[in-house]
């Protein structure tokens, strides 16, 4: 009897090493290092939107985004990149188009809002992507402002005369744009799959940039992504 309780024991404990090894693997969050000639920006990815995650991954293992350009940026706003095209880009030409060739389901979290420094999926307008499918490389990471409950509230009661699913805030979620800031008008329209960790002054010093009349800066500035362990 000794024997088997022994053994039952050893056998609870495996389980539960192994599923907290589980819980743990589960948590484990990716972390890339966007790099520019303004410094260094490092982003953790959400395990909330899967399939954003993925497919960002992918590309970074492929080499994908090095060398192309933040090819729109806004300041107070966002800036933007990820257009193939953007690669090698001639001065004064339009970009913004380009991908690989493939879009994202949308996968909207209410947990996620759009404060500064998280990064989104750019996409094509409602009329004509209606689903509101992201592209499958295009991205920006946000800059925006700090808002007051009362800003926030004004903006949110607007879109939600146009909206089937009212958008709501938690208290919290108020406190975050009303200390840290970002762009409201896109959450729950947009998709969120990450946020910086390190480097936000570096957002700031390219949102500044000088730009034509597209918003593309004067000066090109290159990109390189590569996945990071700390």
Do not use: W
Not at 126 to 135: A, R
Request: proline residues 4%; contains cysteine; hydrophobic residues 35%.
């Amino acid at each position: 009897m000794m024997i088997k309780k022994i053994i039952y024991i050893f056998l609870i404990l495996i389980t539960a090493l192994n599923t907290d090894c589980l819980a743990q693997k589960k948590k484990k969050q990716t972390k890339v290092l966007i790099s520019t000639e303004y410094g260094d920006i490092k982003i953790v990815l959400y395990n909330e939107t899967p399939q954003h995650r993925d497919n960002f991954i992918k590309l970074v293992k492929e080499k994908f985004y090095d060398g192309l350009l933040f090819h729109r940026v806004m300041n107070n706003f966002m800036i933007q990149g990820g257009d193939p095209e953007s690669k090698d880009a001639k001065e004064g030409v339009m970009l913004g188009n380009g991908g690989p060739g493939y879009t994202i389901p949308a996968e909207f979290d209410t947990s996620l809002i759009h404060k500064k420094g998280v990064l989104a999926a750019a996409r094509q307008p409602d009329n004509v992507n209606p689903n509101k499918e992201s592209s499958g490389s295009q991205f920006y990471i946000v800059q925006g402002k700090t808002m007051t409950k009362e800003e926030v509230d004004k903006i949110k009661n607007s879109r939600n005369k146009r909206r089937k699913v009212p958008i709501t805030y938690t208290e919290e979620q108020y406190k975050v744009y009303e200390e840290i800031g970002g762009t409201p008008h896109l959450d729950m329209d947009y998709t969120i799959f990450g946020e910086v960790i390190e480097g936000l002054e570096v957002i700031d010093l390219i949102a500044v940039a000088a730009t034509d009349r597209r918003n593309r800066p004067e000066k090109d500035i290159k990109m390189t992504i590569k996945i990071v362990r700390k």
